[in-house]
């Protein structure tokens, strides 16, 4: 069954902003905490952005912090990424989990930023 479905992402101009959702069944989202993830092109691995507790504090990782939000609606079971003054160093492909991450991991959404 899927668990997490990313969207959202699409292909932007520097300084233009898009907004990610991610929407999580109820056993992964409910009561955890909630992160976004980048996975920079022709790299393995994912970095974390942003995560936000399941009482809503925020956390941004230093490239991100001022320009990203995160965001999370208990009702919908889904988390946001608020993503402003991007650059083409924020491309990549975006995914969602909870922290600690399920290993079923979504399809994440392409984020791709021009000059």
């Known amino acids: 069954q899927v668990q997490l479905v990313e969207s959202g992402g699409g292909l932007v101009q520097a300084r233009e902003s898009l907004r990610l959702s991610c929407t999580a069944s109820g056993s992964v989202f409910n009561g955890n905490t909630m992160a976004w993830l980048r996975q920079a092109p022709g790299n393995q691995q994912r970095e974390l952005v942003a995560?936000?507790?399941?009482?809503?504090?925020?956390n941004y990782a230093a490239p991100y912090k001022g320009r990203f939000t995160i965001s999370r609606d208990d009702a919908k079971n889904t988390v946001y990424l608020q993503m402003n003054t991007l650059k083409p160093e924020d491309t990549g492909v975006y995914y969602c989990?909870?922290?600690?991450?399920?290993?079923?991991w979504g399809q994440g959404t392409q984020v791709t930023v021009s000059a």
């Open positions: 995560f936000i507790s399941h009482t809503g504090f925020p």
């Open positions: 989990n909870k922290i600690p991450p399920i290993d079923s």
